[in-house]
């Protein structure tokens, strides 16, 4: 079903697309659609509670010393990984999602679970607040940032590595403003 919905998105526009013709696509009635969908939206945020609980897991799963950066990084890295695996359907979904404001905004929603997830995460591993949610937060950011910049240049390289180097970006940033500021 989501691969024929990203399909008949693509050729034909979100608007367009009914749920029936995803389902007929996909050789389904669409009455089995919708037992597996609210709507034709969600067709395109399957996958986010496995999503949460795989970048739950990475950081937990954190070397044991791994400071809370680190640890987000580890997490945005495996979920980085993932998305290689496919990437042209991943291009797809975010060109529907980015060609339609309630799309966008249902984006960030997800996006903010994610950092509350890995907030919770890290302070499961015992990082206190302000710190937890400050690096949750600042993972999605690199992430949305990052993502963009792999999405738009197919020439990037591999996702979890420009993940890796946006981070050791960040820092870059960070620590020149810490000199500037000394």
């Known amino acids: ?18 749920a029936a013709e995803i389902a007929r696509s996909a050789g389904l009635t669409e009455r089995t659609f919708f037992r597996h969908f609210a709507d034709k939206r969600e067709v395109l945020f399957y996958g986010t509670d496995e999503l949460r609980e795989l970048l739950v897991r990475a950081v937990a799963d ?22 290689q695996e496919t990437p042209e359907p991943a291009r797809l979904r975010h060109a529907v999602v980015s060609a339609h404001p309630e799309l966008r905004e249902r984006e960030l929603i997800k996006h903010a679970e994610f950092a509350a997830a890995m907030a919770g995460a ?7 607040e302000p710190a937890a949610s400050l690096a949750a937060e600042t993972g999605i950011v690199v992430y949305r940032v990052t993502f963009a910049r ?33």
């Open 1 to 18: 079903l989501a691969k024929a919905a990203l399909t008949l998105y693509a050729e034909q526009g979100f608007e367009q697309t009914t």
């Open 62 to 83: 954190a070397a044991p010393g791994a400071g809370p950066m680190d640890a987000v990084s580890a997490a945005l890295q495996v979920v980085g990984a993932i998305i």
């Open 122 to 128: 890290l302070r499961d591993r015992g990082i206190p």
């Open 150 to 182: 792999w999405i738009g240049d197919p020439a990037q390289p591999d996702l979890p590595d420009l993940l890796r180097e946006s981070v050791a970006e960040l820092r870059d940033v960070l620590a020149d403003r810490l000199l500037r500021a000394g």
